[in-house]
């Protein structure tokens, strides 16, 4: 029992501080917001005022890629940022002391970081459709597995970059770069290439578009979608941890692991 409820404690804790990192700081929260939506303004007006009424037509499939690249931007910078952050107070340290360990804290609090950021990707959602008129189905028995996996490969993402940051430090343009390969993935066009269907994010995305514009339910999707779908997100997961815990360790060989 005194494990499990190291756990749950754990849990409670990371939970209400990314709570109240949300809440204390609402000028960021605030900007974060008005960052996404000024980006989304641009596409939306510019798309019409380029295309005119054609941009309507793939309007929906534009509202549900903008979701999951602000639910996925926001779940790598944060992983990313945590790692990046502690390394750069000269606090990591001071997790390995703990009981439970950094990569179980850090695991933990890419869960919470999930949660957050799926509430702030689902107000950026109910804003989109409110301006641009669209509906789009929402089942969350199809939604919220496809979700989570797709942005599993994102976590992966985050822990390498993490990993590289605690060996290499600053790695500010990296972050931003990958930012930018992440609206890339959630664009990919994945019908007739096979090979586009292997990258992050990308046969999530496919499946994603099917169920919120075209009403598929899970059961809908052929078998192999459904295990590229789960195998690319726990590939990428397993993969980009693997990158954070060999840094990690290389660092502690090479006694740079508190320094900056």
């Given amino acids: 029992m005194g494990g499990?409820?190291?756990y749950a404690n754990l849990i409670r804790v990371v939970a209400k501080r990314e709570l109240l990192v949300y809440l204390r700081y609402p000028v960021d929260t605030g900007g974060l917001l008005l960052a996404y939506a000024?980006?989304?303004?641009?596409?939306f007006l510019g798309g019409r005022a380029l295309v005119g009424d054609g941009f309507d037509k793939s309007l929906d499939s534009i509202v549900v890629g903008f979701f999951l690249w602000t639910l996925s931007t926001i779940a790598f910078i944060d992983v990313g940022k945590a790692i990046w952050k502690e390394s750069e107070w000269g606090t990591m340290e001071r997790h390995f002391l703990t009981p439970l360990g950094f990569n179980v804290v850090l695991l933990t609090k890419a869960l919470a970081t999930l949660v957050f950021a799926g509430l702030v990707s689902t107000l950026?959602?109910?804003g989109m459709l409110v301006i641009t008129g669209q509906q789009l189905q929402v089942d969350l028995l199809t939604i919220v597995p496809i979700v989570l996996l797709s942005v599993s490969s994102v976590f992966g993402i985050g822990f390498a970059v993490g990993g590289i940051s605690v060996l290499y430090k600053k790695v500010d343009s990296w972050l931003a770069l990958c930012n930018f390969a992440l609206a890339g993935l959630v664009a990919v066009p994945t019908t007739g290439v096979d090979l586009l269907r292997l990258l992050p994010l990308a046969q999530g995305s496919a499946m994603l578009q099917a169920a919120m514009t075209d009403g598929y339910r899970l059961w809908d999707f052929d078998p192999v979608s459904l295990l590229l779908l789960l195998g690319t997100g726990l590939f990428y997961l397993v993969a980009g941890y693997a990158?954070?815990?060999?840094?990690?360790?290389?660092?502690?060989r090479l006694a740079v692991l508190g320094d900056y």
């Fill in 124 to 126: 950026m959602l109910l």
């Fill in 4 to 6: 499990w409820a190291s």
């Fill in 243 to 252: 990158v954070f815990v060999w840094c990690q360790r290389r660092a502690r």
């Fill in 38 to 43: 000024l980006i989304f303004g641009v596409i």
